[in-house]
């Protein structure tokens, strides 16, 4: 893998782009899978129900909220944040049609687990091009640094929360959002490293 200063930009924006082109298949897959979603959509969802918002505009308010909350992080903002709120929906709906239908329950579970393992892989890819990271991301990155906390732990720490006041609020969920949350934090720890992006506490100024 060529280091980051020899990575020319088209090189780093083809990443950035096939990064978010194989999330879209992992949310898409997991979606498909019928047994449960993500904790941030379960928290979206929440949002729906109480304010009679569509789902979608939810999950912007959630984004612009999120954001916000990265100015105390110091993280940058970039094209790949743009591009990932932007994009992942469309890939979505683009994967979706080729999806197989799975009537068989352990079929499904093997597929979220597999969706589980391409979102983990896209995300430290994408993350890794230095255009900056998605508004849940990177609020997630920002916090383990600050704290100088494994990100898994954070990642975990979020999710559980996140899913704990989307259920409150009336959001639906099932095995595979329980699942996602205890695990989505390590996998993508993992990821991480193996692209090259850091997780370990910021330096003190």
Request: proline share 5%; glycine share 12%.
């Amino acid at each position: 893998m060529p280091s980051k200063s020899s990575q020319t930009f088209a090189y780093r924006f083809s990443k950035l782009n096939i990064g978010l082109f194989i999330y879209g298949l992992g949310i898409a897959m997991l979606v498909h899978a019928n047994i449960g979603i993500p904790p941030w959509d379960v928290f979206a969802q929440g949002i729906s129900v109480q304010t009679g918002w569509t789902f979608g505009w939810s999950t912007v308010a959630v984004s612009v909220i999120v954001l916000i909350c990265w100015l105390p992080l110091r993280q940058k903002y970039g094209i790949g944040t743009v591009l990932n709120g932007l994009l992942i929906g469309v890939w979505c709906d683009v994967w979706t049609p080729f999806l197989p239908t799975i009537d068989v329950y352990w079929m499904r579970l093997a597929e979220f687990i597999i969706a589980m393992l391409i979102v983990a892989m896209a995300t430290g890819m994408y993350i890794s091009t230095n255009f900056g990271k998605g508004p849940r991301d990177g609020i997630m990155v920002g916090t383990a640094e600050v704290l100088g906390w494994p990100f898994w732990i954070v990642r975990t720490m979020f999710e559980v929360t996140v899913l704990a006041i989307g259920i409150f609020m009336g959001g639906r969920f099932g095995e595979g959002t329980i699942i996602f949350a205890v695990c989505i934090g390590y996998l993508m720890q993992t990821s991480m490293r193996l692209f090259g992006v850091p997780t370990k506490k910021r330096p003190k100024k």
